[in-house]
């Protein structure tokens, strides 16, 4: 059975929502990153950058979020989130990776400045910049979805598995003001009844649970 090594309010949503749209079998295996299993050797065999998800599935160790979207898909198709026709797909590759270059990235850097690097090494205006970028690129997503309930086509996407996760972050940044058709986008996402949870929901269960 594949196994998807994660934890609650990251990355590995992605992947989750992927298995469970795709009505996939697997096991969790939960790895606490604030008590540092992600840094045990047994870990770093997986994955040498210590980061999560990692798809395991029978001699296939496979990192990158998107990527495991992406290779679920491929590997259960036929039963969703790969366009079949060329054109589509195209458009399903190209929206995945303008949510992890252009939305993502920017997201991160705010992340990294305000929490994950050390206070010497923060850059407060780097975050100023980051909330800018990020406006810029999610306005383009906003006027694509106009009219449209799905990033691509007239069903769930791998687009939407990668994205809907970005967009949701970017709103827990306050950062989704000006864009009312990624609101409303988000919301109708995350109402499927495969969705998920929310990354607010995910880190209250975290919080709870330690
Ligand atoms: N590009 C990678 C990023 C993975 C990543 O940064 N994961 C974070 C959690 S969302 C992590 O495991 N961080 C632990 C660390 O960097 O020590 C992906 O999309 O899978």
Request: proline share 5%; with cysteine.
């Amino acid at each position: 059975m594949m196994k998807l090594y994660g934890l609650g309010p990251t990355r590995s949503l992605r992947a989750l929502w992927a298995l469970r749209e795709l009505d996939a079998e697997f096991e969790f295996v939960p790895v606490n990153l604030m008590a540092g299993e992600n840094r045990h050797p047994d870990f770093l065999r997986l994955n040498p950058a210590g980061k999560l998800p990692v798809l395991v599935d029978g001699d296939l160790v496979l990192t990158e979020s998107a990527a495991i979207v992406m290779y679920l898909a491929e590997k259960l198709g036929g039963k969703g989130l790969m366009p079949r026709d060329l054109t589509e797909r195209a458009q399903a590759y190209r929206w995945s990776m303008f949510a992890v270059t252009e939305l993502e990235q920017p997201l991160w850097r705010i992340a990294r400045h305000t929490f994950l690097y050390s206070e010497e090494e923060r850059l407060p205006d780097d975050i100023a910049l980051a909330r800018k970028d990020f406006t810029a690129m999610a306005s383009i997503l906003d006027r694509h979805m106009a009219g449209r309930e799905f990033i691509v086509g007239d069903d769930m996407t791998i687009a939407d598995c990668v994205t809907a996760y970005v967009l949701d972050w970017g709103d827990e940044e306050g950062l989704l003001d000006g864009c009312p058709n990624l609101e409303t986008y988000i919301e109708r996402m995350y109402a499927r009844p495969k969705a998920p949870q929310r990354i607010a929901e995910a880190m209250a269960s975290l919080q709870a649970d330690a």
